[in-house]
């Protein structure tokens, strides 16, 4: 297994344009989790699903993001109409299921919104 | 609610010296605590995590980590710096209920210096 694969690594985007970033899971974990870094900053919780149910949403996933995780499988993160606050590093992790088990995390990919 | 504190944003030690980040934490509940590492433009990797069994956790590339309860503290150690131990260092907690979410610290930056 070739870990948590996450696609594109770098995107440059001009303002109020949609990107959408994906994000390839462990394949045996079934819990998978976004998470927003900005320069400096400890990792923000953004979003987690368990299989294809997205479990809870973060108060910083504004009504511009939608996350998805369709059959369970991999997920894909869509940021609309983007802002400049939206440059970040979004990292997707995966784990199994069960407490205390550790997350597996992506290398991240970095958005820069200009 | 969960948070944690990282005390020193950057740390700077030399060369076989001792590292020493600190880490607090506060939670309601019993918590499960972790330490990342990250390398620059990647993902995070756990270096280790208590999970209510030993509170002297060892962990990878010699570091180690003692929960103290009664501090409310999770402080990371390496007895002798290595220069490819620079990196930026998390700390982060979860609880039980929590779906393994993760809350992070804000990080410590180490600079090694030979």
């Known amino acids: 297994d070739t870990g948590v694969s996450q696609d594109p690594r770098h995107k440059i985007t001009k303002r109020g344009q949609n990107v959408t970033f994906r994000c390839d899971p462990i394949s045996e974990h079934n819990r998978l989790y976004w998470y927003r870094q900005t320069l400096g900053q400890g990792p923000e919780f953004l979003t987690y699903?368990?299989?294809?149910?997205?479990?809870?949403k973060s108060r910083l996933l504004s009504d511009r993001f939608s996350a998805e995780r369709p059959k369970g499988s991999f997920s894909t993160l869509e940021i609309q109409r983007t802002e400049q606050g939206d440059s970040a590093m979004y990292l997707c992790a995966s784990s199994p299921y069960g407490t205390n088990t550790e997350a597996f995390f992506g290398q991240g990919t970095r958005l820069t919104v200009v | 609610a969960q948070s944690v504190t990282q005390l020193g944003s950057h740390v700077s030690v030399s060369e076989g010296a001792l590292v020493l980040l600190r880490c607090n934490y506060s939670s309601s509940v019993p918590p499960y605590l972790f330490w990342y590492v990250q390398y620059p433009n990647q993902g995070l990797q756990l270096l280790l995590k208590y999970t209510s069994a030993a509170t002297l956790v060892k962990g990878i590339n010699g570091f180690e980590a003692e929960f103290k309860k009664s501090e409310t503290s999770f402080h990371l150690t390496k007895p002798s710096a290595h220069m490819s131990d620079a990196a930026e260092y998390f700390c982060?907690?979860?609880?039980?209920?929590?779906?393994?979410?993760?809350?992070f610290g804000g990080g410590t930056r180490v600079l090694v210096k030979p």
């Open positions: 982060a907690v979860t609880f039980k209920a929590a779906g393994n979410k993760l809350t």
């Open positions: 699903f368990q299989n294809e149910a997205q479990l809870e």
